[in-house]
Nanobody
Framework: QVQLVESGGGLVQAGGSLRLSCAAS????????MGWHRQAPGKQRELVAA???????DYADSVEDRFTISRDNAKNTVYLQMNSLKPEDTAVYYC????????????WGQGTQVIVSS
């Protein structure tokens, strides 16, 4: 099993920044892709950003140029730097991981709340 523990959420004013962290532990050998998803009230969970072990990144159109995902393989940790936050970024953010790029996301964290006030 893989355990993912997020931290760094909170309340911030529009235009501000937050940095989320996700530490992975357990059977992490072979985890190829890690990423961040979010779910706002009444909406489906969506992929925000993902990064492979080799550093290939992918972003949702709505966050590109504002969010940056990074990964420290030595610490088994993935980060999401969120800048120029907007009220529509308000959601619960979930860290996720999967062993193969083409497989479903198999491991999830408990989520961390991000609230952006206008």
């Amino acid at each position: 099993q893989v355990q993912l523990v997020e931290s760094g959420g909170g309340l911030v004013q529009a235009g501000g920044s937050l940095r989320l962290s996700c530490a992975a532990s357990g059977s992490i050998f072979g985890i190829v892709t890690m990423g961040w998803h979010r779910q706002a009230p009444g909406k489906q969970r969506e992929l925000v950003a993902a990064v492979t072990r080799g550093g290939i990144v992918d972003y949702a159109d709505s966050v590109e140029d504002r969010f940056t995902i990074s990964r420290d393989n030595a610490k088994n940790t993935v980060y999401l730097q969120m800048n120029s936050l907007k009220p529509e970024d308000t959601a619960v953010y979930y860290c996720a991981a999967k062993r193969l790029p083409t497989t479903p996301w198999g491991y999830w964290g408990q989520g961390t709340q991000v609230i952006v006030s206008s």
